[in-house]
Each structure stands twice: as C-alpha cells, then as structure tokens.
T-cell receptor, first 116, second 111 residues
Framework: EAGVTQFPSHSVIEKGQTVTLRCDPI?????LYWYRRVMGKEIKFLLH??????QDESGMPNNRFLAERTGGTYSTLKVQPAELEDSGVYFC????WGQGARETQYFGPGTRLLVL | GENVEQHPSTLSVQEGDSAVIKCTYS??????FPWYKQELGKGPQLIID?????GEKKDQRIAVTLNKTAKHFSLHITETQPEDSAVYFC??????????FGAGTRLTVKP
C-alpha cells in the first residue's frame, strides 16, 4: 500500500510569488492534516480535514494560506503571496476515520519550501 | 492552547548507552501520546505510543512512560545503535481531536 505522498519535494521561490503544495493521503483515509516545521522548532499544526470539510483550521498563520481538499481525496496548500517567514518544511499526514488524533497519523516526506 | 515542551534539543550518546527524552504537556484532557522518529530526508514515522490508561509501554529497546498527574512523558531507548540517530518528536492530543508536537530532539549515537 502506498504511503502519504507530497509534491514537490523541494521548492525555491522568491518573495511575492505563489506556491502550491500537494498531498496525496493513504487511500481511504478520511483525516488529512497539514503541519509546518520551521528549522529547529516544533512541528506546528496548520489544519485538519475530515473528508472535504475543514475540521480545524486554527493553525493557519494568515489569509495568505489557502488549503483545499475537493472531493475528499488529495489536498493542496497554496501560499500567495509567499513571504520569507513561510520558509520551512510542510508535512502532510493522514489517518483513517475514527477518533481523530487518537488514530495513528502517517506522515508524508514533506515539502521543503525556501522563500528568498 | 496545548503546549508541548521537549528536552533536550540535542543528545549525544555512545553506542550501547541509554538515551532519555522528556516531554511535558499542558492540556489535562490529552489522552494519547505518540513518539515519532524522523530520519534525514524522510517524514516522521511513529515508533511507539501510549494512551492515558497505562503508565508504561515497551517495545524491544524502546519504552515510554507516562505520568498523568505531573503531565509528563518520556522516551527511553536502551542499547542505542548508530541507526537510532535521528530527530525524535513527542506529541500530545489537544482538544480531543488534534495533535501538538514538541520541538524535537536530535539524537546522535556515536559508534
């Protein structure tokens, strides 16, 4: 069974540009999470989808970030316009339907974003 | 919101020694505490977890202990090997639905 995949693996963009990250969860997993890790700091929660609905988006930094999960399968996270402080590693994780975070979350390899 | 503190940030041990990483959490309703290992170029992978109805869990060379009264939990790795070198993250549930992570511990096992 394929794990969580993320695309691209790396992205280098200039301040003001737009970047879209994609996450494909494990097939059949209703829960999808986005996280971000800035160098040396914690893996910070961004938002949580249950199927196509946003369950919790309290971690989204500001309105420059837009996450979607149309159809309840893959998800995209768009940053527009990107700022220097958006640099970091963006992780996606998924888990089967059940008890939310009390289910094991399976992480993707991450997208390393560098904004110059 | 939930706050998870993790210590130390870096840990270096000699092969064969034990390593201990400690975390504290703030949400008394947290009831699930996983530990993740992140190797270079990969995403975090679950290595062990503990639920609030038990105080200790062991899986071969790794063990986790939980003290709900003090709101802290620890990861213990015995007989460390070079392949244990990685960044380890603790986490705790928040608001019964989401997870909050610690800042990570970079463990280096010297051969």
């Amino acid at each position: 069974e394929a794990g969580v995949t993320q695309f691209p693996s790396h992205s280098v963009i200039e301040k003001g540009q737009t970047v879209t990250l994609r996450c494909d969860p494990i097939s059949g997993h209703d829960n999808l999470y986005w996280y971000r890790r800035v160098m040396g700091k914690e893996i910070k929660f961004l938002l949580h989808f249950v199927k196509e609905s946003k369950q919790d988006e309290s971690g989204m930094p500001n309105n420059r970030f837009l996450a979607e999960r149309t159809g309840g399968t893959y998800s995209t996270l768009k940053v527009q316009p990107a700022e220097l402080e958006d640099s970091g590693v963006y992780f996606c994780a998924s888990s089967p339907w059940g008890q939310g975070a009390r289910e094991t979350q399976y992480f993707g390899p991450g997208t390393r974003l560098l904004v110059l | 919101g939930e706050n998870v503190e993790q210590h130390p940030s870096t840990l270096s041990v000699q092969e064969g020694d034990s390593a201990v990483i400690k975390c504290t959490y703030s949400d008394s309703a947290s009831n699930y505490f996983p530990w993740y290992k992140q190797e270079l170029g990969k995403g975090p992978q679950l290595i062990i977890d503990i639920r609030s109805n038990v105080g200790e869990k062991k899986d071969q060379r790794i063990a986790v202990t939980l003290n709900k009264t003090a709101k802290h939990f620890s990861l213990h790795i015995t007989e460390t090997q070079p392949e244990d070198s990685a960044v380890y993250f603790c986490a705790a549930t928040y608001n019964n639905n989401d997870m909050r992570f610690g800042a990570g511990t970079r463990l280096t096992v010297k051969p």
